[in-house]
Each structure stands twice: as structure tokens, then as C-alpha cells.
């Protein structure tokens, strides 16, 4: 095993606890406003490319944790970067389609709607 690349401790409670804690909060807050947004057809670029954003996020992670595993560093170090990157890799790879879905469905109703409105 070659030198830890931080502290362990530190590192698992810091970014496995808080920086993990506020990347739950971002995307429970995304989660949010996609819920409030979508059905209405509004903040598409900005709904899609923060979840693009945020599955990138994930990705890295999850690159960087593999990476640690490779290397041998401790479980403090590893883990949060797999968790955090699994999770948000998936997540969001996931979730994306049915976002997209949704705003088609808003924007086939505003169509609908407007025909009805000429008819």
C-alpha cells in the first residue's frame, strides 16, 4: 500500500460526510425545482444540463474512487468517492430520460391546448 494521499479520518468525514451531505442537498434541491418546473415546460436547458452536470459530477467521483481502490488507499479515502460517484453516476444517468419526457409531455399539452384554443 503506498502513502494515504490524505488523512483518512479527515477525508471520510469531511467529504464523505459534508461535501456527500451537500451534493444530497444540491440534487434533492434539483430534484425540487424539476418537480415545480417540468410540468409546466419551463428552465429545460438549465433542468437538463444540471442533471448532465450533475451525473459528470458522479462520474469523476466514481473514477477517482476507482482509482484509489487501484492504488490501495484506505477504506476512508475509497469509499466516499464510490458512494458519492456511484449514486449521482446513476441517479442522474437514470432520471434524465423521464426529465426529458416529462417536457415533451408539457410541450404536447401546450400544442394541444393552443389547438383548442384556435378550434
Not at 399539452?109 to 383548442?116: D, R
Request: aromatic residues 14%.
Amino acid at each position: 500500500m503506498m502513502e494515504p494521499w490524505l488523512d483518512p479520518i479527515r477525508f471520510g468525514t469531511w467529504y464523505g460526510g459534508l461535501g456527500g451531505g451537500l451534493l444530497g442537498l444540491s440534487g434533492a434541491v434539483l430534484g425540487a425545482v424539476t418537480a415545480a418546473l417540468a410540468p409546466k415546460g419551463k428552465g429545460r436547458s438549465f433542468i437538463l444540463g444540471a442533471f448532465t452536470f450533475m451525473k459528470w459530477v458522479g462520474l469523476v467521483n466514481l473514477v477517482i474512487g476507482l482509482y484509489a481502490v487501484y492504488e490501495r488507499q484506505p477504506y476512508g479515502i475509497w469509499y466516499p468517492l464510490l458512494l458519492i460517484g456511484f449514486l449521482f453516476a446513476l441517479l442522474f444517468s437514470l432520471l434524465r430520460p423521464i426529465v426529458c419526457k416529462r417536457y415533451d409531455e408539457a410541450e404536447q399539452h401546450s400544442i394541444s391546448a393552443g389547438t383548442l384554443r384556435r378550434a
